[in-house]
């Protein structure tokens, strides 16, 4: 199985920084796409960003210009780095992959993984 565990929420102030992870582990094969996804209280869960395997990346016009998306292929690990952040991007953020798995009997297949939600409060 596949486990996906983020790191790096937290308080800050607006204007601030922060920087989450997204940690992969597991019988992967490979990761295809993946991405990051937010849910503020009394709202749907929405994506932020998604990176592919090659690097392209695209993000929710509310983000672009303060928030990038990268990932470390050799550590199977997500980035979201979060600039200018403001107290409507408060929200529980969510890492997601397109894991590519290999089984104990060497077959793939591929499927949807989450991880288990980081909080990220920004102070007026």
């Known amino acids: 199985q596949v486990q996906l565990v983020e790191s790096g929420g937290g308080l800050v102030q607006a204007g601030g920084s922060l920087r989450l992870s997204c940690a992969a582990s597991g019988s992967i094969f490979s990761i295809n796409a993946m991405g990051w996804y937010r849910q503020a209280p009394g709202k749907q869960r929405e994506l932020v960003g998604r990176i592919s395997s090659g690097g392209r990346t695209n993000y929710v016009d509310s983000v672009k210009g303060r928030f990038t998306i990268s990932r470390d292929n050799a550590k199977n690990t997500l980035y979201l780095q979060m600039n200018s952040l403001k107290p409507e991007d408060t929200a529980v953020y969510y890492c997601?992959?397109?894991?590519?798995?290999?089984?104990?009997?060497?077959?793939?297949?591929?499927?949807?993984?989450w991880g288990q939600g980081t909080q990220v409060t920004v102070s007026s």
């Open positions: 997601n992959a397109r894991v590519v798995v290999s089984t104990a009997l060497s077959s793939l297949y591929e499927d949807d993984y």
